[in-house]
């Protein structure tokens, strides 16, 4: 073989090398990408969080729910401040006035931040001190009522898992998720099942679309069956009942009467954890 005939192989073999075509599969990310890897990607990214829950012994759940608005007292006072300064210097601005009211309202709900907060704190301090992990509290990863929830799981010491989602407008985890439990997906399905495969009882606080998708996909598998009677506390008995009238829903015959049943209300940290621990109490499995 000629010099140059080496050469012109050497380069076509370079050249082949070089193909995405040739790459390892897992090792390339454009087929990663693509609609056909959808199916492993789906199973990836279940199986990854399977094994991190595995490796901390997370046996079971608590998941708490609520909207990512609800801050904390002193921040919700603050940004009140902030908006009077600001309507004092333009007071015909209609966009401040409307901002004004809804920081007041989020000012009356601020209350459920240090009630999830309490909450999440009552039951790591009381489930984790063996460090068995039972109860563990999940939320979705995000600020408000779930980083209330991680953060009084953090007060005691003790584990907590956070579920992040990518989002269009970047969500960032909050502090206080213990680093080897706090995961990310991309498809909202995969993390609703980790949400509920090991859920002993699902605390929905106040909140939006997100938190009502959730609390309403588990009414629904368990209306039906899909999974087991767990304790579903809707945190804010006044919030929840004006915001749905489930007498109605009975009324109108879209739902029995005993679908009312698979939920209760609370105000309170301590009744909460109590109706959760008397649920299963009852049933011989706490």
């Given at each position: ?71 904390e007292p002193s921040e919700a006072e603050k940004k009140i401040g902030d908006l009077q300064k600001r309507l004092k210097r333009s007071p ?40 068995t992990r039972d109860y563990v509290i999940v939320t979705g990863g995000g600020p408000g009522v779930m980083e209330a929830a991680n953060r009084g799981a953090h007060d005691t010491g003790a584990k907590s898992i956070g579920l992040n989602i990518t989002l ?119």
């Amino acid at each position: 073989m000629t010099k140059k005939k080496t050469e012109h192989t050497a380069e076509m073999i370079a050249k082949l090398k070089r193909s995405p075509a040739y790459r390892i599969a897992y090792k390339d990310p454009e087929f990663m990408d693509s609609e056909y890897a959808r199916a492993t990607r789906l199973q990836t990214e279940l199986l990854k969080t399977e094994i991190g829950m595995k490796h901390n012994n997370i046996k079971s759940t608590i998941v708490v729910f609520g909207g990512t608005r609800i801050i904390e007292p002193s921040e919700a006072e603050k940004k009140i401040g902030d908006l009077q300064k600001r309507l004092k210097r333009s007071p015909n601005d209609r966009d401040l006035k409307r901002d004004l009211r809804i920081a007041k309202a989020i000012l009356r709900k601020s209350k459920f931040y240090d009630e999830a907060r309490e909450f999440a704190r009552l039951v790591s301090d009381e489930s984790q001190q063996d460090k068995t992990r039972d109860y563990v509290i999940v939320t979705g990863g995000g600020p408000g009522v779930m980083e209330a929830a991680n953060r009084g799981a953090h007060d005691t010491g003790a584990k907590s898992i956070g579920l992040n989602i990518t989002l269009p407008m970047e969500q960032e985890p909050n502090a206080y998720i213990s680093p080897d439990l706090c995961f990310q997906f991309h498809y909202f399905a995969i993390r609703k099942m980790h949400f509920l495969l090991r859920a002993k009882a699902l605390v929905a606080f106040p909140g939006g679309y997100g938190t009502l998708d959730e609390l309403f996909e588990a009414l629904t598998l368990v209306q039906t069956g899909i999974v087991r009677p767990l304790p579903i506390v809707l945190f804010g008995e006044e919030y929840w009942k004006r915001l749905i009238d489930f007498d109605y829903l009975v009324s109108e015959g879209t739902i029995d009467p005993e679908d009312i049943k698979l939920f209760v209300y609370a105000d309170k940290a301590e009744e909460a954890w109590k109706y959760i621990k008397y649920f299963w109490k009852a049933r011989a499995a706490f």
